[in-house]
T-cell receptor, first 114, second 111 residues
Framework: SAVISQKPSRDICQRGTSLTIQCQVD?????MFWYRQQPGQSLTLIAT?????????ESGFVIDKFPISRPNLTFSTLTVSNMSPEDSSIYLC???????????FGQGTRLTVV | KQEVTQIPAALSVPEGENLVLNCSFT??????LQWFRQDPGKGLTSLLL?????REQTSGRLNASLDKSSGRSTLYIAASQPGDSATYLC??????????FGKGTRLHILP
C-alpha cells in the first residue's frame, strides 16, 4: 500500500490568485495523477504527472491553468492558477504502483474561491 | 473512450437488508476494476480490487463481481448497517494507463 500526504487539506482563496497543492508519497510509484471533484460530482482526471517531463493533460484541462511538477517518484505539485469561483472543488492526488495494483488517493484539498 | 456508469444514483434501504450496486463500463480492455467508498467531505477509501482475470473478490460483508464480457461489475453489501451510508464509486483502470470513475451511488441506510 501507499500512504499519501496531501497539503493543504483546505484553503479559501481570493479570485485571481494561485494555489499550489503538494502530494507526497511514502514510496516510489510509477504513476501519479491529479483529479478534480466538483461539488456533488464524481472525479474527473485532470492530468497524469510524469516524472522528469511535462504532464499529460486530459481534454478540457491546460497547462497554463493547471501547471504540474513531478521532480521525482515520490512528489508532485498541482497549481491552480488565476482562480475563479468555478475552480472551487476538491483536488485529489492519486498514485498507482503498477497497472495491476490498487490505486490510492490522498485525502484531498478542498478549495473555495471567493 | 471509456465511460463508466453507476446505477442507481441514490439508494435508501432499511438497516439489515442486503443490497446491490451496479457499475457498467464501455471498454472491456481494463487492467482491473476498483470499488471505493467516499464519506462526505472526505477522500476515497479503497474497498475491493478485481483484476481483469478474476470474477469476484470478497472482504467481510462486501462482495464484488466482474463480468468483462458484458462490461459489468456489482458490489453486494450484506446485512447493511447505518455506518455503510456513504457514496460508493467504481473505477476502471484502462490499458491507456488511466483510471476512469463512475458518478457514484449515494447510499443511505435507514436505522
Amino acid at each position: 500500500s501507499a500512504v499519501i500526504s496531501q497539503k493543504p487539506s483546505r484553503d479559501i482563496c481570493q479570485r485571481g490568485t494561485s494555489l499550489t497543492i503538494q502530494c507526497q508519497v511514502d514510496s516510489q510509484v510509477t504513476m501519479m495523477f491529479w483529479y478534480r471533484q466538483q461539488p456533488g460530482q464524481s472525479l474527473t482526471l485532470i492530468a497524469t504527472a510524469n516524472q522528469g517531463s511535462e504532464a499529460t493533460y486530459e481534454s478540457g484541462f491546460v497547462i497554463d491553468k493547471f501547471p504540474i511538477s513531478r521532480p521525482n517518484l515520490t512528489f508532485s505539485t498541482l497549481t491552480v492558477s488565476n482562480m475563479s469561483p468555478e475552480d472551487s472543488s476538491i483536488y485529489l492526488c492519486s498514485v498507482w504502483g503498477t497497472v495491476d495494483t490498487e490505486a490510492f488517493f490522498g485525502q484531498g484539498t478542498r478549495l473555495t474561491v471567493v | 473512450k471509456q465511460e463508466v456508469t453507476q446505477i442507481p444514483a441514490a439508494l435508501s434501504v432499511p438497516e439489515g437488508e442486503n443490497l446491490v450496486l451496479n457499475c457498467s463500463f464501455t471498454d472491456s480492455a481494463i487492467y482491473n476494476l476498483q470499488w471505493f467508498r467516499q464519506d462526505p467531505g472526505k477522500g476515497l477509501t479503497s474497498l475491493l480490487l478485481i483484476q481483469s482475470s478474476q470474477r469476484e473478490q470478497t472482504s467481510g460483508r462486501l462482495n464484488a463481481s466482474l463480468d468483462k464480457s458484458s462490461g459489468r461489475s456489482t458490489l453486494y453489501i450484506a446485512a447493511s448497517q447505518p455506518g455503510d451510508s456513504a457514496t460508493y464509486l467504481c473505477a476502471a483502470a484502462n490499458r491507456d494507463d488511466k483510471i476512469i470513475f463512475g458518478k457514484g451511488t449515494r447510499l443511505h441506510i435507514l436505522p
